[in-house]
C-alpha cells in the first residue's frame, strides 16, 4: 500500500523555484530517503508533505487522505522532527513527552513517554531539561517527540546534521530500529550520502528542485554500469574512471601511464558509491 | 477532552515559568525589595509640612481658601507673615515648605501664587495638590454648581494614607503589570523565533489553546503576587489592609489580562526578542513614572495628569489602592474595571490582526 503519494509539487518563492514539479511514491513500511546538497529543495519537500508549507501546485496524499487544503487530516498519522527545533526550557524530556502525548489527545502519556525514550536510548536523560543535553540527545528526544503518539509515518528532517560521527552512528541505530523492530514508514532527508545508501530503502536523489534519479541505493550503483571506481592522482589532478574488470582496468591504467612516462599517486580501487552516481547525473562533485 | 488538554497545558507552562528564578525574582522578590527600599527612603507618611500663607485680598474667597488650607490634613498652616519677600526667602532657607499668596486682580478675581521648593519632589507635589484642589474646590463652591465636600475628600485622602500603605497597592499594580507585559512579549517572539510554534503547528492541538494555558498560568502568578505582596505588606510592613481588599482580586485579573495582551500585542508586532524587550521598556516605565505607582497623581501637574488619565496602569493603580486599602468595593472600582477592559477589547484587536506565527 502506498504510505505517500506526490504529484506534480511545486513551490516557487519569489522569481525561485524552490521545487520544480517533483512526483513519487513512498511504499508503506518503507525508509525513504531524500538525498541532495544544501538548497535542492529536499526541506521544502518534507514541509509540503508534512502540512507546513503549502504547496504552489500539485498535490500530496499521506495514506489516501489528502494533505492540502486542511493538513489538520493528517496530523495524527504522521510525526515529525523538524531540521532545528529548540523545545522549552525548564521542562523535562519526559515532561515534554507527555505534554506532547496530550496534544494528541492520548491519556496513556505516561507509558508512551517510557516507551519512546527506551526506543531512541535516553532513558537516562529522563528527567533532564534539554538545554543541559548534547546535541545528539537533543536530537533524539525530537525524534521521541516525532513518535510518542504512534504514528503510522515519520519525517525527520537532516537528523544526524551538526553532530559528531559517533553521535550519528548512534542516530542511525535508533532509526534503523524505528523502521525494521517499529514497522514505520520512514522518510528522510539528508546531505550524507552514507547515511542514504545505510538507511535507506530506496533513494531520491534532488538537485536543483528537482528528483533527478529514484531507485534502491544498489540500483542507483548499478546504473553506473560498472563494478569498480578507480581513482588516482597524475600531475596534481585528480582522476576517476569507471570499468567492469577490477584486474584489467587496474593494469591498463598502469601501462598507460607508464607508457606516457607520468607518475601516478594515490590510486585507490574500490566499488561505486552513490557520490558516483551524483557525478555522473550532474557531472559535479557532490559536496556534503 | 480539550479541556483536560488546556488543564495539561496550563500546568505545564507553569512549570516553565515558575522553574525560572529570574521570574520568580522580578515578580515576587523585587517587588518587597522596591517597597521596603520606598519606604525606608520616604518614611511611613506623606506629611505635607509647614505651609505660610498671605492673604493681601481679603475677599470671601480668600478667607475660604485659608480655611479650607487649615483644615486640610497633614498641612499646618502659618500666617504669621506679611512681607512676600522675607517668606519667600524662608520657603528658600527651607524654613518652610511652601508659601501661598492670596491677591485681588484687577478683575475683582482672586489669585492664588504658590511658593514652593523642589527639594523634595514628592512634597512639592503633594502642596501643589493640595492647594490646587482647595483653590478650585472654592470656585466649584463659589459658582454654587457643586457642593465643596466632593474635593476634600480626595485631597485629605492622599495626605494623610501612610506612605507604605500609599506604596503597596501602586507596587502590586507595578509587579502585576511587568510580568504580564513580559510574560507574553518576549516569550512569544521567542517561541516564534526558535520555530516553537512551527512545531506544535503539527499537533493536533489549535496553537490558541497553547496560548490560553500561557495566559491562565500568568494569571496564577498574578494571583500569587496579590497573595504574596498582601500578606508581606500586612505583616512585615504594618500596611492596614481594608477589609474590601478580596475586590482586588478581579482587578488584578482584568489588569494582568490587559497588560498580557498588550504584551501579546508586542509580540505580535515585532521579530527579535531584543526588540521586544526594548519596545515593553518603552511602554512600562512611562506608564511606571505617570500612573501613581510612587506617588498620587493627583498632586502632579494638570497636563501630566492628563496623561496618566490615558494609561491602563493609572486604572489598575487606582482600583487596588481602593480597594486594599481605602476601604471601597468592587462597585465603587467598576468604572476602573470597564476602563480596562475597554483597552484589552482595542489591543486584542490590533494583536488578532496583525499576529503571524513564523
Not at chain 2, 508659601?99 to 519632589?121: D, F, M, Q
Not at chain 2, 494638570?302 to 487596588?320: D, E, S
Amino acid at each position: 500500500m502506498v504510505a505517500i503519494q506526490v504529484d506534480n509539487l511545486t513551490k516557487r518563492y519569489g522569481e525561485h523555484v524552490a521545487v520544480d514539479g517533483i512526483s513519487f511514491q513512498v511504499e508503506q513500511g518503507e525508509a525513504f530517503g531524500i538525498l541532495g546538497p544544501n538548497g535542492a529543495g529536499k526541506t521544502t519537500t518534507l514541509e509540503m508533505i508534512e502540512g507546513l508549507r503549502k504547496p504552489d501546485s500539485g498535490q500530496v496524499h499521506v495514506l489516501g487522505k489528502p494533505v492540502w487544503p486542511d493538513p489538520r487530516s493528517v496530523q495524527s498519522l504522521i510525526g515529525v522532527q523538524l531540521q532545528s527545533t529548540t523545545l522549552f526550557d525548564r521542562l523535562t524530556s519526559r515532561e515534554l513527552l507527555e505534554l506532547f502525548a496530550r496534544f494528541y489527545n492520548r491519556t496513556d502519556g505516561a507509558e508512551r513517554a517510557q516507551v519512546v525514550l527506551e526506543q531512541v536510548g535516553l532513558v537516562s536523560k529522563a528527567d533532564a531539561y534539554a538545554d543541559d543535553m548534547s546535541g545528539g540527545q537533543q536530537q533524539r528526544l525530537a525524534i521521541a517527540l516525532a513518535l510518542v503518539h504512534d504514528p503510522d509515518v515519520v519525517f525527520l528532517d537532516e537528523p544526524t546534521t551538526g553532530l559528531d560521527p559517533q553521535a550519528r552512528r548512534n542516530l542511525w541505530d535508533v532509526i534503523r530500529a524505528i523502521h525494521a523492530d517499529g514497522g514505520k514508514t520512514v522518510v528522510l532527508t539528508t546531505h550524507y550520502l552514507e547515511e542514504a545508501e545505510t538507511l535507506c530503502d530506496r533513494v531520491a536523489i534532488m538537485d536543483e528542485s528537482r528528483v533527478i534519479a529514484l531507485d534502491t541505493p544498489a540500483g542507483l550503483i548499478a546504473s553506473l554500469g560498472a563494478e569498480v571506481r578507480i581513482s588516482y592522482t597524475e600531475g596534481g589532478e585528480e582522476r576517476v574512471a569507471y570499468a567492469h574488470d577490477a584486474q584489467g582496468a587496474v593494469l591498463e591504467t598502469l601501462e598507460a601511464a607508464r607508457q606516457r612516462g607520468a607518475q601516478i599517486d594515490g590510486l585507490s580501487v574500490r566499488g561505486p558509491s552513490l557520490e558516483d552516481v551524483f557525478l555522473k547525473l550532474t557531472g559535479r562533485e557532490f559536496r556534503e | 477532552m480539550t479541556l483536560s488538554r488546556i488543564g495539561a497545558t496550563t500546568l505545564a507552562q507553569m512549570k516553565m515559568m515558575f522553574r525560572r528564578r529570574i521570574v520568580l525574582f522580578w515578580s515576587l522578590v523585587f517587588p518587597i525589595i522596591l517597597m521596603a527600599l520606598l519606604g525606608l527612603l520616604f518614611g511611613r507618611s506623606i506629611d505635607a509640612g509647614t505651609i505660610t500663607v498671605i492673604d493681601a485680598s481679603h475677599t470671601p474667597a480668600s478667607t475660604a481658601m485659608v480655611h479650607a488650607l487649615s483644615t486640610t490634613k497633614g498641612v499646618t498652616v502659618k500666617t504669621d507673615q506679611t512681607d512676600v519677600t522675607h517668606a519667600r526667602k524662608q520657603v528658600q532657607d527651607g524654613d518652610r515648605d511652601a508659601l501661598v499668596v492670596l491677591t485681588k486682580t484687577p478683575t475683582g478675581a482672586t489669585a492664588a501664587h504658590l511658593y514652593y521648593s523642589n527639594a523634595s519632589a514628592t512634597q512639592a507635589g503633594i502642596i501643589r495638590g493640595i492647594v490646587s484642589g482647595a483653590s478650585s474646590r472654592i470656585s466649584v463652591a463659589a459658582t454654587g454648581t457643586r457642593p465643596a465636600i466632593v474635593f476634600s475628600q480626595q485631597s485629605v485622602d492622599s495626605a494623610s494614607l501612610n506612605y507604605i500603605d500609599f506604596l503597596l497597592p501602586g507596587i502590586l499594580a507595578l509587579a502585576i503589570m511587568i510580568s504580564a507585559v513580559i510574560g507574553l512579549s518576549t516569550v512569544l517572539v521567542t517561541w516564534r523565533k526558535q520555530g516553537v510554534l512551527r512545531r506544535l503547528k503539527l499537533t493536533p492541538m489549535p496553537l490558541w489553546e497553547f496560548l490560553v494555558a500561557r495566559v491562565a498560568a500568568s494569571l496564577t502568578l498574578a494571583l500569587l503576587q496579590v497573595a504574596v505582596l498582601i500578606t508581606f505588606g500586612a505583616l512585615v510592613f504594618g500596611v492596614s489592609i481594608s477589609p474590601t481588599a478580596w475586590a482586588a482580586i478581579p482587578v488584578a485579573l482584568v489588569g494582568a489580562l490587559c497588560f498580557l495582551v498588550m504584551g501579546f500585542t508586542v509580540g505580535s508586532l515585532v521579530a527579535e526578542p531584543e526588540t521586544a524587550d526594548a519596545v515593553t521598556n518603552v511602554i512600562t516605565n512611562p506608564m511606571m513614572f505617570l500612573s501613581g505607582t510612587f506617588y498620587p497623581v493627583a498632586a502632579m501637574p494638570a497636563f501630566v495628569q492628563t496623561i496618566a488619565k490615558v494609561l491602563p496602569l493609572y486604572y489598575m493603580t487606582n482600583a487596588l489602592r481602593d480597594t486594599i486599602v481605602r476601604d471601597r468595593g468592587l462597585m465603587y472600582v467598576m468604572p476602573d474595571i470597564g476602563v480596562l477592559l475597554a483597552v484589552t477589547a482595542v489591543l486584542a484587536i490590533v494583536s488578532l490582526r496583525t499576529f503571524r506565527w513564523e
